[in-house]
């Protein structure tokens, strides 16, 4: 018998009495198995590098006690063990070298060239960075140690290097053979331990940093395919009592398994699902992404092996066939290899996907019997879980049939049953239009039925085989919602919390890491800053908290002037607020642009526009900026800032050039030329449009220009009043041109809001003009107190209602 040849193999591969002639590996694959083993060693390794890092003095109590528990050992034994340990760790990674040399495997001994020295460098630099200090009594331990020997061959770097080999290796060898490997691990860990005169720590830290970089290594460059070959799978069936004459691969939408064809010797084709280890962890993965995402959904936990989990659609199947449904035959369950194998009767005809993608036409005798067999699984309490077009398939006769139980349950409540019917419902839609569907569906399993599942009929509780199909027809989903509700007289709509963790969740945490990391190192100066500001005349704090809030105004005023849209302006200057609490956790104030291109958004402003609009406004605040700048500077005079002088705008000059350059260069390009005009240019075009609607219309652009002057006369004037409040000692345009430049060159700054760098600026630039230093310091804090400081809750206060309120 011949069967059709594996992908990738040059020749046909005969199954005879004698056996099976296969390639010993026919290709490399990426494995889900990979991920989790990835996943897995990174977080024991990076748990133990915080503990290193941030526990450090429990850590090192830790470590003390190892090296008093193996300090029992004389040092003319630790001479012996520690040869002993040189020796087993030089013909390790020689013996595991020498392998693939002999025989010529140069894709192998690329791994471990890749493995080893990655993992010694990535040890290097853990060590570099954790940078530990030890105690004196550790120092003393290590000390009598470094006698005996040097760390030459079986240090850190070493041990490091040698996992990450025996990790790389695993996949090629068997499994006594990876066996052997940890315990050599094992044993080089407890051997350090014993005689190393580095730090335990940093010994138990290299093997988990060396399985990580040879994890990182198989999941790069691929692990050999273990897929039983078409061989093995014709000899697993004629065990399992079906003889076949040919089984080739096919292309069919089957999550999780590997699709085949076979006939039989009596011209009978068999469907064959082959399912092994790796489907199993991408099923693993794929379910712990719905655990962390979603919830009540109706997921079950993972079966205890790759069996159970076969056996399980082989028992959904065999019940929803008993009930009636029509669902193929299952003719065999057999094992292969590592792999387990179901064979179905093949059925003969397309998908539902498949007709609708070739043109065919869904009528609605085909449609109605869908929804029968739907309702059939329905009566049964039978939840398929992924009920779309690519599992319904339509046979000669035009009857509908119902495939793939391998994520379906039994005994299920009817929220989970209803998902059945949303999944349908949506991916049905696309293909017969909004209102046969659910014409159909009603006739099949009722109005009050249809209109249970409803709360389910949201983008979260679908496919993504679904939601790209809907991604694609934008408002078909919106369109089905109102036609269900219509037809199944439901009033009003709670869709189910199916989010375990939302986006919006996410981007709160990210907030607050964010805020974190950037403003906790500069809460440790609020202590001082109470210091320099707690003799200021509070009497002006009506006037400061005045000033401040006036820059929320002019905020609001010039975003809302920046698009033609109207605004409403209560939320423009709540957007402001909460822009100022987004800009602390990025710097050049992008946290607070792309705040505000959101909200554009969320009012109905085309996004190219919204876009264009807050760049508009960003050049009004620059063009108002400089424009006070001439008017403070002529004010004040040149003599206002003594020494202090303005950078040199060479650089900046340069950089003009440089980026006018590859503009020009990449206009030259023809293919550059029609990028643009395809891509760029519409939605440029697009802004331009919006801007000009701005341009053309004296009120918008008064409140463009109005508004971003006042944020920047507010802010000067602020610290003005906080200077005043210290005793004063500079005129209002010395002030303010010493703001307007200091603020402008601290831009630069990468740090959120400036912080830092704008205090050192207008402190500098006010001790230049002549204002005694006693009274600079502490007016700049108080300044910074009520422009950057204090608008952190309310801020937040205000993002977070914006966000219940849907304006973000």
């Not at 919602?481 to 963790?501: F, H, K, N, T």
């Not at 005009?677 to 463009?704: C, E, T």
């Amino acid at each position: 018998m011949t069967v059709a040849p594996d992908a990738g193999s040059s020749s046909p591969i005969e199954v005879t009495g004698l056996g099976v002639r296969e390639e010993e590996i026919r290709c490399y694959v990426r494995s889900p198995e990979d991920v989790i083993r990835l996943i897995a060693f990174a977080s024991v390794a990076l748990v133990l590098i915080a503990l290193a890092r941030w526990a450090e003095k429990s850590v090192r109590s830790v470590e003390e006690d190892v090296i008093a528990l193996f300090g029992f050992v004389p040092p003319a034994f630790e001479r012996v063990l520690l040869g002993a340990t040189n020796v087993v760790g030089v013909v390790a990674a020689v013996g595991v070298f020498a392998v693939p040399l002999v025989t010529r495997r140069t894709r192998l001994v690329g791994y471990l060239l890749c493995a080893a020295v990655s993992g010694a460098v990535v040890m290097i630099a853990v060590e570099w960075w954790l940078d530990r200090a030890s105690s004196d009594e550790l120092d003393n331990a290590l000390a009598d140690r470094a006698g005996i020997a040097g760390d030459a061959y079986a240090g850190t770097l070493m041990l490091a290097a040698v996992t990450a080999m025996f990790v790389a290796v695993g996949p090629f060898v068997a499994r006594a053979w990876r066996q052997a490997g940890w315990v050599t691990v094992a044993v080089l860990v407890v051997a350090r331990l014993l005689v190393s005169t580095r730090l335990p720590a940093e010994v138990i830290i290299a093997p988990a940093i060396g399985a990580v970089c040879g994890t990182v290594v198989v999941l790069a460059f691929g692990r050999p395919d273990r897929h039983p070959t078409l061989a093995a799978l014709a000899m697993a069936l004629g065990d399992a009592g079906v003889a076949v004459d040919t089984i080739s691969p096919v292309a069919a939408d089957s999550r999780g398994s590997n699709p085949y064809v076979a006939t039989t010797d009596g011209d009978a084709r068999v469907f064959v699902k082959v399912l092994g280890s790796e489907e199993r962890a991408a099923d693993l993965l794929y379910r712990a992404y719905r655990f962390a995402r979603l919830k009540d959904v109706g997921d079950a936990r993972p079966f205890s092996s790759l069996r159970r989990s076969v056996e399980h659609e082989a028992m959904v199947s065999m019940l929803a066939r008993e009930a009636m449904v029509r669902t193929p035959r299952l003719r065999v369950v057999a094992g292969v290899g590592d792999s387990m194998l179901l064979g179905y009767d093949d059925i003969v005809g397309p998908s539902l996907d498949d007709l609708v993608d070739g043109g065919g036409d869904v009528g609605d005798e085909l449609l109605a019997d869908v929804w029968q067999q739907v309702a059939q699984l329905r009566a049964h309490r039978i939840a398929h879980r992924d009920l779309r077009r690519a599992n319904l398939f339509v046979d000669e006769e035009g009857a509908a049939w119902i495939v793939d139980f391998g994520f379906s349950e039994v005994a299920v409540p009817d929220t989970v049953l209803d998902g059945d019917i949303a999944e349908l419902l949506a991916s049905l839609s696309p293909a017969v239009g909004v209102e046969r569907v659910v014409a159909a569906a009603i006739d099949a399993l009722g109005a009050d039925v249809v209109g249970s599942a409803l709360p389910r009929l949201q983008l979260t509780a679908l496919s993504a085989a679904t939601r790209g199909e809907l991604h694609r027809h934008h408002g078909l989903l919106d369109e089905l919602q109102r036609e269900v509700q219509r037809r199944c007289g439901v009033d009003d709509v709670e869709y189910a919390p199916l989010q375990r963790v939302s986006r919006r969740t996410l981007f709160t945490v990210a907030v607050l890491v964010l805020a974190t990391y950037f403003l906790l190192p500069q809460l440790a100066d609020v202590p001082g800053i109470i210091q320099q500001v707690q003799n200021a005349d509070w009497s002006w704090t009506p006037v400061l908290l005045l000033a401040s809030t006036l820059t929320y105004i002019g905020a609001g005023a010039a975003l809302g002037g920046a698009v033609p849209t109207r605004l409403p302006a209560g939320p423009l200057v709540l957007v402001a607020l909460a822009a100022e609490f987004a800009n602390k956790l990025a710097p050049a104030g992008l946290g607070g642009m792309a705040l505000n291109v959101r909200f554009l958004q969320k009012r109905g402003v085309d996004q190219p526009v919204a876009v264009s609009g807050v760049g508009l406004n960003t050049v009004a605040g620059v063009a108002g900026h400089v424009a006070l700048i001439v008017v403070f500077l002529v004010w004040a005079g040149r003599g206002a800032f003594g020494s202090f002088e303005l950078p040199d705008p060479t650089w900046f000059l340069i950089g003009l050039a440089v980026a006018a350059g590859l503009i020009a260069l990449g206009a030259a390009v023809p293919a550059t030329r029609r990028w643009f005009v395809r891509f760029v240019w519409p939605v440029v075009s697009r802004a331009l449009d919006g801007m000009s609607a701005v341009v053309h219309r004296p009120g918008k652009l008064a409140l463009l220009l109005g508004g971003s002057v006042l944020v920047t006369f507010a802010n000067l004037v602020t610290l003005y009043v906080a200077i005043e409040a210290f005793g004063g000692g500079l005129p209002f345009a010395t002030v303010g041109a010493v703001y307007l430049v200091g603020s402008a060159v601290a831009q630069a700054a990468p740090t959120p809001g400036g912080l830092g760098a704008v205090e050192a600026a207008l402190i500098s630039g006010l001790v230049a003009a002549g204002l005694d230093n006693v009274v600079a310091v502490p007016a700049v804090f108080l300044f910074r107190l009520f422009t950057f400081w204090l608008p952190v809750v309310p801020g937040w206060v205000a993002f977070q209602w914006m966000q219940r309120r849907h304006y973000l």
